[in-house]
């Protein structure tokens, strides 16, 4: 059993930057591979960014890439999305999720775990 708790949410001016946190605890962080999803109101659920289990090999959405960065640091059992040049259509409530395996994906159905969400607000 994983649990996550993401942190680093709020409200930022289109252009502005936030880093999102995720503190996972309980079995060996580092046998998981991680992603970054997001859900606006209205909207179903979508893959942000994955990464393996030693941060090896990551992953993006077309529409972030370029802007967001996954990383990972197994030492802190943490994983984090660094979000740049935020847009608009980038508010939505961001979740991490764990997967039982060492390789990412983007599909919602493979990940086991998930944390409770965060919310990022990005104003006009």
């Known amino acids: 059993q994983v649990q996550l708790v993401e942190s680093g949410g709020g409200l930022v001016q289109a252009g502005g930057s936030l880093r999102l946190s995720c503190a996972a605890s309980?079995?060996?962080?580092?046998?998981?591979?991680m992603g970054w999803f997001r859900q606006a109101p209205g909207e179903e659920r979508e893959s942000v960014a994955s990464?393996?289990?030693?941060?090896?090999?990551?992953e993006y959405a077309d529409s972030v890439k370029g802007r967001f960065t996954i990383s990972r640091d197994n030492a802190k059992d943490t994983a984090y999305l660094q979000m740049n040049s935020l847009k608009p259509e980038d508010t939505a409530v961001y979740y991490c999720?764990?997967?039982?395996?060492?390789?990412?994906?983007?599909?919602?159905?493979?990940?086991?775990?998930w944390g409770q969400g965060t919310q990022v607000t990005v104003s006009s």
């Open positions: 309980g079995r060996t962080f580092s046998i998981y591979a």
């Open positions: 999720a764990a997967r039982a395996t060492q390789w990412m994906s983007r599909r919602i159905a493979d990940y086991n775990y």
């Open positions: 990464i393996t289990w030693n941060g090896g090999v990551t």
